[in-house]
């Protein structure tokens, strides 16, 4: 089984956070906790984005899309730990205004498309 045919579900967590803020929460994100999430058994993939225009109130909108094997995974004492290791927690989570979650499964995945396309 290839990690795309593994990749059953999906967690989805979006974010707005202020533009003063967008250099050091991609460092953190990239360089810390996406890391330490790819750790956590059967998380496959991340993919993160950003909308293309700030909110109405200037907000930069950021969401991450995690591709996992199992839908109760970010709710596991490993992802939560994971979580919680470097900078993450106590730098970025305090300066983010909204947080919105979702959860569900994986319709179809092509990521060697998605690789591909990115190069």
Known sequence: MTSQSAARHFYMVTFEIAQ???ALFNEIYDTEHVPN???VEGVLGVVRVKDAAPTPKGWLLYS???LITHPDLPSTPQ???ASEIGRWAPMMRPRMKSR???LGS???CE???LAAAAR
């Open 111 to 113: 990521l060697a498309k």
């Open 79 to 81: 992802w939560k730990a």
């Open 20 to 22: 003063e803020d967008e």
């Open 106 to 108: 994986v319709a179809a």
């Open 37 to 39: 999430i790819l750790k």
């Open 64 to 66: 991450a899309l995690y």
């Open 100 to 102: 919105a979650q979702r």
